[in-house]
């Protein structure tokens, strides 16, 4: 029979000598750094503390580990309350890993309450068993903030519109079917016409420019219906809401200008 061989067990398998883990919530974390003992030779000490997810807090936390010589700490991606740790510790110079938290809950023996949680994760990231997730540079995720704010300011506007072409509906004018969309200059004319009180078919069709004027006729019988006072009333703060949210998303830098901006840098 082959004799067995003697393997190294615990100091054979650890990747990271000195490591912390955060177990996130909305209003704090539950902290673990796990290092060596130097009173007791190959053994582990574990810490264990809460620290409130503030940015005083988490800075106050970054010196600490810095005098700790943490190697690398690992957080868990708990909604988006990860961030601030994220952000800070990084700036402090701190290698950060995010790992998601559905991928560290497949590893068995996960421990159930926070505290125990941390250490369970403090381990994990010691013997390198955990996969990081991808997290953008700064300059991407500042070119992210824009974009997503301007996608939503752009689906707060379509919203808008799509009520005020319901109330036209309402109102039994059907310049929409007539028109390309509700946002070219000339059914905007005849908008704020409606709303300043005109009511005359014709009349309002002339005010069509460019390509619309050959459809005057068309425009004029979609313009035939019964616009009310209240329906203006209606109209006009749509229309300002629209505008309110055109003036903001210009005030956003696109996509283009945003990429060359972080190319530059």
């Not at 503390?49 to 580990?65: I, M």
């Not at 868990?76 to 994220?86: K, L, Q």
Request: charged share 30%; glycine share 6%.
């Amino acid at each position: 029979m082959e004799q067995p061989q003697e393997v190294e067990d615990e100091e054979y398998e650890r990747v990271w000598e000195r490591v912390a883990a955060v177990d996130v919530a909305k209003a704090s974390g539950v902290v673990c750094t796990r290092v060596p003992d130097e009173g007791r030779p190959g053994r582990r000490k574990a810490h264990v503390w809460t620290v409130q997810a503030t940015f005083g807090a988490v800075t106050e936390l970054a010196d600490h580990l810095r005098c700790e010589g943490i190697e690398v700490i690992t957080l868990e991606s708990t909604s988006d309350y990860w961030r601030v740790w994220w952000v800070v510790l990084e700036a402090a110079g701190l290698k950060v890993q995010l790992v998601n938290a559905r991928s560290v809950k497949n590893v068995p023996g996960r421990a159930k309450t926070d505290k125990k949680d941390a250490v369970w994760l403090a381990k994990l990231t010691e013997r390198g068993m955990l996969q990081p997730s991808f997290v953008p540079p700064y300059d991407i995720r500042r070119l992210r903030e824009y974009t997503r704010l301007r996608a939503g300011l752009a689906h707060d506007r379509t919203r808008y519109r799509a009520r005020l072409e319901k109330l036209l509906e309402r109102a039994l004018i059907k310049v929409s079917a007539v028109a390309s969309s509700l946002a070219t200059q000339s059914v905007r004319a005849m908008l704020e016409a409606l709303i300043a009180g005109e009511r005359n078919p014709r009349a309002l069709a002339d005010l069509a420019i460019g390509k619309m004027r050959a459809k005057r006729h068309e425009l004029a019988g979609a313009l035939e219906g019964r616009f009310e006072d209240h329906h203006a009333e209606l109209a006009r703060i749509l229309l300002d809401q629209i505008d309110s949210l055109t003036v903001q998303i210009g005030t956003l830098p696109g996509v283009s200008r945003s990429m060359t901006r972080c190319a530059s840098m």
